[in-house]
């Protein structure tokens, strides 16, 4: 047999045997939960990293990692071990877990398929079910969306049902995921308000729990607004 057709035989076994690892790639993890802080120098997760069910998270010993479920609303402090994102909860193997129901927006907000983009941790498009969500802190944690070169970076909120409240917040080029309102010292939004978040082209429509907090820490889960997409 000529090289030429020793070259080609191989081509083609290799190219069949790519088609097959090729067929055989595990289907994109569902978003279903969010690491609101992680102290480990090993995980490959990061803080406002989304996770998904099936994930494998292994933990050093000593490491920790907070978990909320977007939508059972769990909130999960775990120490060591390995761990796996479940639909509610996580399992935990070798290590300890302490958990606690938070109020969150839960089902009332649907998880949409996966959106490739270039940063890991914001590589998933959340889609808002009709009823507008509802946040339980007065200091929304806002994840950015994707925005256009040309669209305004200006972050706007607006009181809709008693209008006159209005707040501004210029968003820097570098920043690309989530913008905290409690760490821009902004003034607290006010209970039982609704309200109409802009950035860009993107709008969503969203209420302050009468009973939300404005003080201590407040698990993420609890004040995170997430824009439509379009």
């Known amino acids: 047999m000529s090289r030429g057709a020793v070259t080609a035989a191989a081509c083609v076994a290799g190219c069949l045997a790519a088609t097959g690892a090729w067929a055989k790639a595990p289907a994109p993890l569902v978003p279903i939960a969010l690491v609101e802080d992680v102290t480990s120098a090993t995980t490959d997760v990061e803080f406002m990293d989304y996770v998904g069910t099936g ?15 977007l939508k059972s609303c769990q909130h999960e402090t775990i120490t060591g071990g390995t761990v796996t994102i479940g639909a509610e909860q996580s399992a935990v193997q070798g290590g300890s877990v302490k958990r606690a129901k938070v109020a969150c927006n839960g089902g009332k ?16 498009r959340l889609q808002s079910a009709p009823i507008s969500p509802v946040l ?36 820097g080029d570098g920043n690309t995921g989530f ?52």
Not at 188 to 213: C, E, H, M, Q, S
Request: proline residues 6%.
């Open 55 to 69: 994930q494998v998270i292994k933990l050093a010993p000593k490491d920790i990692i907070v978990l909320s479920y």
């Open 179 to 230: 913008y905290d309102l409690a760490k821009a010292k902004a003034k607290p939004l006010t209970r039982g308000g609704v309200y109409r978040a802009t950035i860009g082209t993107n709008k969503v429509t969203f209420k302050i729990d009468a009973k939300a907090k404005t003080t201590g820490k407040i698990p993420v889960v609890s004040r995170l607004l997430r824009f439509t997409p379009g």
């Open 136 to 171: 339980y802190a007065t200091a929304p944690m806002v994840h950015l969306p994707k925005l256009q070169a040309s669209d305004s970076r200006t972050l706007v909120i607006e009181r809709l049902d008693r209008p006159g409240e209005r707040a501004e917040f210029v968003i």
């Open 109 to 124: 907000m649907q998880l949409a398929s996966a959106e490739a983009n270039a940063s890991g941790a914001s590589s998933f």
